[in-house]
T-cell receptor, first 114, second 113 residues
Framework: AQSVTQLDSQVPVFEEAPVELRCNYS??????LFWYVQYPNQGLQLLLK??????LVKGINGFEAEFNKSQTSFHLRKPSVHISDTAEYFC????????????FGTGTRLQVFP | DAGVIQSPRHEVTEMGQEVTLRCKPI?????LFWYRQTMMRGLELLIY????????DSGMPEDRFSAKMPNASFSTLKIQPSEPRDSAVYFC???????????FGPGTRLTVL
């Protein structure tokens, strides 16, 4: 069965610094990949998604992610973070060779300090 | 579209009481999902529906939990009787297809005293 690993439960960074949030999934031939953001007391919002095509995906708020099939990873990056990026970030994977069901990671809390 | 709508936004109840959470998915979405989020267990999928039919309820914790979807625009999650360990934020989400992006509602924060 598909699984998603977000190794970092918390990532503290200073404002304007670059950040990378890591996401790895179980090996599979065909997957859809997603990153969601959850601001305090809100639901999850889609940041970006990879379905096919270019492995570098650009999303909202200046975030981007790169699909690396050989390393089964989909890390999220931003070159310069803002205080407003403080939130919980979830990686999710849909295994097209299995149930298609979306499997969420445990989340990474990004804390941006001034 | 207004997005996924959930009500109530907050619910405080006493142990043993019945709790009903409501969800209106985005029009045209064939899939509806119920999730529970807690600090200890993170985001858990409880059940999902396709065209109003429950497909996978393996995440429902126990018989005290039940979910229905009487039509394409409405679903309920009921807990009877409620217990303090049911305290959590419950999210409803909908999507066009199972593998597609899901659109989440704002959640219902449930506190069982």
């Amino acid at each position: 069965a598909q699984s998603v690993t977000q190794l970092d439960s918390q990532v503290p960074v200073f404002e304007e610094a670059p950040v990378e949030l890591r996401c790895n999934y179980s090996s599979s031939v065909s997957v859809y990949l997603f990153w969601y953001v959850q601001y305090p007391n809100q639901g999850l919002q889609l940041l970006l998604k990879y379905l096919s095509g270019s492995t570098l995906v650009k999303g909202i708020n200046g975030f981007e992610a790169e699909f690396n099939k050989s390393q089964t990873s989909f890390h999220l990056r931003k070159p310069s973070v803002h205080i407003s990026d403080t939130a919980e970030y979830f990686c999710a994977v849909s295994d097209r060779d299995d149930t298609d069901k979306l499997i969420f990671g445990t989340g990474t809390r990004l804390q941006v300090f001034p | 579209d207004a997005g996924v709508i959930q009500s109530p936004r907050h619910e405080v109840t006493e142990m043993g009481q019945e709790v009903t959470l409501r969800c209106k998915p985005i029009s045209g979405h064939d899939y509806l999902f119920w999730y529970r989020q807690t600090m200890m267990r993170g985001l858990e999928l409880l059940i999902y529906f396709n065209n109003n039919v429950p497909i996978d309820d393996s995440g429902m914790p126990e018989d005290r939990f039940s979910a229905k979807m009487p039509n394409a625009s409405f679903s309920t999650l009921k807990i009877q009787p409620s217990e303090p360990r049911d305290s959590a934020v419950y999210f409803c989400a909908s999507s066009l297809a199972l593998a597609n992006e899901q659109f989440f509602g704002p959640g219902t924060r449930l506190t069982v005293l």
